[in-house]
T-cell receptor
């Protein structure tokens, strides 16, 4: 069966510090991978998606970047966090065979202070 | 562009009450529509979906009907339980290949069911 791991579950970081959130998928190959953010009081916003190793599409200009060094690994990064980066970050994946079903990780609550 | 609007919460109900969460959307073409649920401390889970007009998605006692004429996909449950307390997200997938299967989500509605 397929599983998705996302860590850490919570993170408190000072303004200006770097960020690295990791997401890995098991039990499938060549998944499409996604990073979403839910800011307080707002809906989910797609940040990045990837259809393959090294292929990253950015949806919203921002202080964040994403990388996909391996087929089932998706990393969200920042060199210098801003207060506005606080939020709940969700990693998700889907197979290319089923275009409708998206599987989500358990999320990371990031607080930038 | 695509957008999803859902009623703001929180919605507070008593057990066995009827629940409705309104959701309307704006999209070109023929999107698929979804309801996701986020239980406390967990990630999002797909609750139900509908892929074409007049389809009814159902799961765990929840139902939603894809109404193209009113561009709506309201979520309903006839008798809620305490365990239904969660945040509910309406979402659409424009089903356009070039769009990479990107979902657009509503703002989420927190539901609290009291015993």
């Amino acid at each position: 069966s397929q599983t998705i791991h996302q860590w850490p579950a919570t993170l408190v970081q000072p303004v200006g510090s770097p960020l690295s959130l990791e997401c890995t998928v098991e039990g499938t190959s060549n998944p499409n991978l996604y990073w979403y953010r839910q800011a307080a009081g707002r809906g989910l916003q797609l940040l990045f998606y990837s259809v393959g190793i090294g292929q990253i599409s950015s949806e919203v200009p921002q202080n964040l970047s994403a990388s996909r060094p391996q087929d089932r690994q998706f990393i969200l990064s920042s060199k210098k966090l801003l207060l506005s980066d606080s939020g709940f970050y969700l990693c998700a994946w889907r197979t290319t065979a089923d275009r409708e079903k998206l599987f989500f990780g358990s999320g990371t609550q990031l607080s930038v202070l | 562009g695509n957008s999803v609007t859902q009623m703001e919460g929180p919605v507070t109900l008593s057990e066995e009450a009827f629940l409705t969460i309104n959701c309307t959307y704006t999209a070109t073409g023929y999107p698929s529509l979804f309801w996701y649920v986020q239980y406390p401390g967990e990630g999002l889970q797909l609750l139900l979906k509908a892929t074409k007009a007049d389809d009814k998605g159902s799961n765990k006692g929840f139902e939603a009907t894809y109404r193209k004429e009113t561009t709506s996909f309201h979520l309903e449950k006839g008798s809620v339980q305490v365990s239904d307390s969660a945040v509910y997200f309406c979402a659409l997938n424009p089903m356009i290949k070039a769009a990479g299967n990107k979902l657009t989500f509503g703002g989420g509605t927190r539901v609290l069911v009291k015993p």
